[in-house]
């Protein structure tokens, strides 16, 4: 391996620290002022709706809403009879950034989630892709909602690596 190698390899894991340094600091901040658990309580919502409900100005809203999003921490999703995206704390995340760790309810799932976590990403490339439901040439998705709820958990164990 070369010096030049070397110091791209280094330059590259650099830029991946400091985001993955930023991605926390944004996540600590939003859990601190209980933006997450304004987004939980509100459901779907846009930047204007979140600036509101959380007390903050509309440009902050929207770019610590875009942080969120870039991190995949949040979900864009389309809002009903609008052209307009809304964003959504998926439920996977709900635990781990509201602060309540779900009680015995989730004591199993946690065990099963830890027990496994090596397994995961070697599971998820197994899986076959997604294809649209309903599209004309290859029917509906076979596994679809099986294949999202994988990624769903493989989502949910990053997120708990970097909180």
């Not at 995961?120 to 649209?132: G, K, M, Y």
């Amino acid at each position: 391996m070369s010096i030049i190698t070397i110091g791209i390899d280094r330059a590259g894991s650099d830029a991946i620290a400091a985001r993955d340094r930023r991605t926390r600091a944004s996540i600590a901040f939003g859990r601190k002022r209980g933006y997450y658990r304004v987004l939980f309580e509100s459901g779907p919502v846009d930047a204007a709706t979140f600036a509101t409900t959380a007390g903050v100005d509309e440009r902050f809203a929207r770019s610590w809403l875009d942080e969120q999003l870039a991190a995949g921490i949040l979900r864009q999703v389309d809002a009903p009879g609008s052209d307009d995206a809304q964003v959504l704390l998926p439920g996977e995340h709900v635990t781990i950034l509201l602060g309540d760790d779900g009680g015995p309810a989730l004591a199993g799932a946690r065990r099963m989630r830890i027990e496994h976590r090596a397994e995961l990403p070697a599971v998820l490339d197994d899986l076959p892709p997604i294809v649209a439901a309903g599209s004309a040439d290859r029917g509906p998705a076979p596994l679809g909602h099986e294949v999202e709820r994988a990624r769903a958990a493989a989502d949910a164990a990053r997120l708990l690596r970097i909180v």
